[in-house]
């Protein structure tokens, strides 16, 4: 990483596509991922790390981006919600959302999205608890999030039948 | 009961199709408000009074000008006298616009911790913020006055000199100061008090609690160099946003454009215009568009929660069961400008009851906090709370199950609510005794601690105006437009509508939002009015359709429109069955009958409706610390006709966990000198995914006679029973009664001390 | 606005529109009309129901020989 002027250069692998960017030392990654890389899909709610809407996994870890600087996201492999379909193909989490009407306004859906991917990655075969437990971190205003737990749910289930097969 | 002809089986209405705007919010591209940018745009950010009472004697912002990057700088001053003193918005009310003007940027007062009094437009946010910290301004600061009691009280600091009381204020009425106030009446409460069995009274306070959407507040403007405004925002209404600007900024409503993008929660809150006027303002100085974000913290501070409250409330009835008197003084915060919601919160108080005696006295207060705006059944909450609690008190002390003391003295249709009003068709007793013959109802609960609490509510939904405009294609697709924005899913629901009308399948029509030089004036997306009032349009475009589309065929089989049928998605001759068009056969033909085809219809239906809920909640209160565990939670409500049952079934679990979040942990704390404390969403504590149960629910369909397809409104009334629910299955739980929101484990630890002291 | 009235919750008035009812209602029990109408409208944060339906044509609204009229703080939504 070098810089130009003020500017930090970074790079970095975003859904699994090398970038490199210029940003200042107090942008966040939330900021740089929306503002510079354009990539919309994650969003603010809160800025100080309390409302999840700003999820995406940084190596794998569930991270608030507000709470991350940019800089610190050299030489690190970033997914958001963009990443999540392959190919065109979405994510059994993001069918499921659309099956069990899991979203009302949408705002919080990619940072619940990403939380819940973390989750499976970790659970595959979590209980209404651990779902309940683990999505605490993103706060949802609409739904009262019951469609949300049972979508996680039958993704979950669909996951592991897809990895029997 | 029902005054709706019998109809056919519907086709597509009452079925769960996929959203259409769903793919896009799960694969993050949906654009909201701050997704949308133009390019070589400005940032904006605001400089807010940290004080909530003070007289400004100087602003100097030329550090903040003289700052790399900044472009502009604006106060108070750079803005005219509003055009006119008030918007008016039929029976949904009316705005003040010199108090929304001065809401959106302070002149030579603020009035709450937040309020605008300048703004910086730069080349990026953060120099935006460095550029307000640069801006010099002299207080003189004035004793902040942060309760409705305080506020009344005698010799309280005055805070607007100049405001006038409301329409039903009695005249005999002291005038307090900061309030205005409505008072309804009927009977005679005072001989009927002493004609009562059994009386319980009892002191209610609610505490200060904000709507929580998501997404904050944004806009992006452009003030054109031939005098055009653009607006690209997320609002719940951008017709309103549009004449709201208009007039603050004293500009042609016809020269302001509002663009409607995708919106991540409103629930009441986005009705007002904030930041539009000042970005426009900005963007006039810089002559280059300018974005500005509230900030969540910003967003607390400064925009409208829910009030507030205090009340006394005191209920009577015969021994025999009968309701005969009720008396409610209820004093609701209207924030730092007069217009909180008593008259909603005063008039369902106790309007799902026949009680022949009634006081109902509101008031509306001015205090040091941000303007109250409405909060999903304005001050439904508030109210229903105290009746909800003193109902069950009365069924103790009469020995009744509470249940059948509510169906005993229950409004129906055919009634007489308060003012005289004819209650419209609904009916209340089949939904409390859907709730009586639920297995939720007699489940056993386990343990000592463990109580099932209920509470029952009403609310009206509203008609007003929509536009909607219907165009067939030539393959026999069409495309429906409207002007009510889409909060969740309602997009989805109106092409319902116009797809059972048509009879041709849903995939063929898509339906989109119209900015305000695309389609006719449509009001908010409130009040529980989409489905409901823009339904009625798109529908009466649909048969307008039809109606020309029969002509076209006529035209085709050279006989009279008069010898057309119309059947399941087929035209064809009375006279001849064997000729006949689908849908899209004729449409294919429509360029040589006379051409393409659309049809518009701008409806105002004014109908009360009746939205109807019922809650029941299981809860377990930890005797050691106080600390509340919901076990179960079945929510009814009568939808009218569910268009699409899983929407209408996201409202019902979305609404009962935001009055779960006020019933037991959300409130407003200020400090001494009146700032918000807890500014952020760690402190300002809404539920979480841990907090709540599943939400079970029912739904009811007593049908609507003044929509086509029976359809109530559904979105607000089930905010409202959770509190008084809660209340009473904690009683149950613990034999304490709270009667202060919110009811956080230390209030009930408190109370169980009292019981056990005595 | 019972105090208006003399205590009585109900009256019987004529008038062809909403206009002419508070006049007359006005005459009987002074006070009514300052109460309702603000100018040449309806006071901000009246609305008027007539057989059973808000009007949106305010003081404009005809009324027939056996309408039925209240006038009701606004109702709004959030």
């Not at chain 2, 005679?188 to 009562?196: E, G, K, R, V």
């Not at chain 2, 900005?282 to 409250?309: F, Q």
């Not at chain 2, 339906?511 to 409130?526: K, L, N, Q, V, W």
């Amino acid at each position: 990483m070098y810089k130009i002027d003020s500017k930090v250069r970074v790079s970095a692998k975003v859904n699994s596509e090398h970038v490199q960017f210029l940003c200042e030392s107090r942008q966040s990654l939330l900021e740089v991922l929306r503002d510079t890389l354009q990539l919309t899909g994650t969003k603010e709610g809160c800025n100080d790390g309390n409302c999840g809407a700003c999820s995406v996994l940084v190596n794998g870890e569930l991270i608030n981006s507000c709470c991350m600087f940019a800089v610190e996201a050299e030489e690190c492999e970033i997914e958001t919600v963009e990443g999540l379909a392959l190919h065109g193909k979405l994510h059994p989490l993001q069918v499921a959302f659309i099956e069990e009407n899991a979203l009302q306004c949408g705002m919080c859906t990619p940072g619940i999205l990403m939380s819940s991917k973390a989750l499976l990655e970790r659970k595959p075969n979590p209980t209404e608890t651990d779902i309940r437990e683990w999505l605490a971190g993103n706060l949802c205003r609409c739904t009262g999030y019951d469609r949300i737990v049972v979508a996680v749910m039958n993704a979950s289930e669909k996951l592991q039948g897809s990895r029997r097969e | 009961m029902s005054k709706l002809k019998p109809r056919p089986p519907f086709r597509v209405v009452g079925s769960a199709p996929k959203r259409a705007d769903a793919l896009e919010k799960v694969t993050g591209r949906a654009q909201f408000s701050d997704d949308f940018y133009i390019p070589r745009m400005l940032h904006g950010k605001t400089l807010r009074s940290p004080h909530a009472h003070a007289i400004i004697k100087s602003i100097d912002v030329t550090r903040a000008l003289s700052l790399p990057g900044v472009h502009a700088v604006i106060t108070g001053a750079d803005f005219p006298e509003p055009s006119v003193k008030r918007l008016r918005l039929g029976e949904a009310g009316y705005v003040d616009v010199q108090d929304m003007a001065d809401n959106c940027i302070a002149k030579s007062k603020v009035f709450y911790d937040g309020h605008v009094i300048a703004a910086v437009a730069a080349e990026n946010p953060h120099i935006a913020e460095e550029g307000v910290d640069l801006i010099d301004i002299e207080y003189e600061i004035l004793t902040p006055v942060m309760d409705v009691k305080s506020a009344m009280a005698d010799g309280a600091p005055v805070i607007h000199e100049d405001f006038t009381p409301g329409a039903f204020r009695a005249k005999t009425e002291k005038v307090l100061p900061n309030a205005g106030g409505l008072l309804l009446e009927t009977g005679n409460i005072t001989t009927a008090f002493s004609d009562c069995d059994i009386i319980v009274e009892r002191e209610y306070t609610t505490e200060t609690v904000h709507q929580g959407y998501i997404e904050s507040h944004i806009t992006t403007v452009q003030w054109d160099m031939n005098g055009h405004i653009n607006i690209w925002t997320s609002s719940q209404g951008h017709f309103q946003i549009r004449d709201q600007v208009a007039v603050i900024l004293n500009v042609p409503m016809n020269k302001i454009t509002v663009t409607p993008l995708e919106i991540g929660g409103g629930f009441g809150g986005k009705v007002s215009t904030y930041l539009d006027p000042l970005a426009a303002m900005l963007s006039k100085k810089t002559g280059r568009a300018v974005k500005m974000a509230m900030s969540r913290n910003e967003a607390l501070r400064a925009t409208g929660p829910s009030s507030g409250t205090w009340s006394k409330v005191k209920i009577g009835a015969k021994s025999d069961g009968r309701i005969i008197a009720a008396d409610l003084e209820c004093a609701y915060e209207a924030g730092a400008f007069p217009g909180g919601p008593i008259g909603p919160g005063i008039m369902t108080a106790t309007s799902r009851y026949k009680i022949p005696n009634l006081r109902l006295k509101g008031f509306d207060v001015i205090v040091n906090k941000p303007k109250i705006m409405p909060y999903r059944a304005p001050g439904g909450v508030q109210s229903n709370f105290p009746v909800e609690s003193l109902v069950d008190e009365l069924a103790e002390k009469l020995g009744r199950d509470p249940m059948e003391l509510r169906v005993q003295n229950a409004m129906q249709s055919g009634d007489r609510l308060i003012m005289g009003l004819p209650c419209p068709e609904f009916d209340g007793k089949a939904l409390l005794s859907k709730i009586k013959s639920h297995p939720h109802y007699k489940a056993p609960l386990e343990k000592e601690n463990q109580g099932r609490g209920m509470a029952y509510a009403f609310y009206p939904h509203i008609g007003m105006q929509s536009d909607a405009k219907l165009t067939v294609n030539a393959d026999g697709t069409v495309q429906v437009c409207t002007g009510s924005c889409d909060l969740s899913g309602t997009r989805t629901s109106l092409a319902m509508q116009a797809a059972e009308i048509l009879g041709i399948n849903l995939q063929n029509i898509s339906c989109s939002i119209g900015a305000t030089d695309a389609i006719g004036y449509t009001f908010m997306a409130c009040g529980s009015r989409t489905t409901y009032s823009t339904g009625i349009a798109v529908i009466t475009a649909a048969k307008k359709i039809l109606s020309e589309m029969s002509g076209r065929a006529a035209l085709i089989w050279d006989t009279g429109s008069d010898n057309i049928e119309f059947n399941e998605g087929e035209f064809s001759c009375r006279d001849n069955p064997k000729k006949s068009f689908t849908f899209k056969e004729l449409a294919s033909r429509l360029d040589e009958t006379g051409g393409s085809l659309s049809a518009s219809a701008t409806v105002s239906p004014n109908d009360i409706g009746v939205q109807v809920a019922g809650h029941l909640v299981d809860v377990e209160v930890d005797i050691e610390t106080g600390k509340l565990e919901i076990l179960r939670y079945t929510a009814f409500q009568d939808a009218g006709k569910a268009v699409h049952p899983e929407l209408v079934r996201g409202q019902m679990q979305g609404a009962a966990v935001q009055g779960i979040g006020w019933a037991l942990n959300e409130e407003y704390f200020y400090n001494e000198k009146g700032q918000l404390a807890n500014a952020t969403l760690l402190d300002y504590r809404m539920p979480t995914s841990l907090d709540v149960p599943f939400i079970d629910t029912v739904i009811l369909e007593t049908p609507n006679p003044s929509h086509p397809f029976g359809v109530r409104g559904v979105g607000e009334v089930s905010i409202v029973p959770p509190v008084a629910a809660i209340a009473n299955a904690i009683y149950n739980a613990v034999g304490v009664r709270l009667t202060s929101l919110p009811m956080k484990p230390g209030k009930i630890l408190a109370e169980i001390k009292k019981l056990k002291e005595h | 606005m019972q105090h208006l009235t003399e205590g009585a919750d109900t009256v019987d008035i004529g008038g062809r529109n909403l206009r002419e009812v508070i006049e007359n209602i006005d005459r009987e029990s002074p006070g009514i009309r300052s109460a309702l109408v603000e100018g040449d409208k309806l006071r901000p944060g009246v609305a008027v129901v007539v057989n059973g339906c808000v009007s949106h044509l305010g003081l404009l609204q005809k009324v027939q020989n056996d309408s039925e009229i209240q006038f009701i703080p606004m109702i709004s939504g959030g």
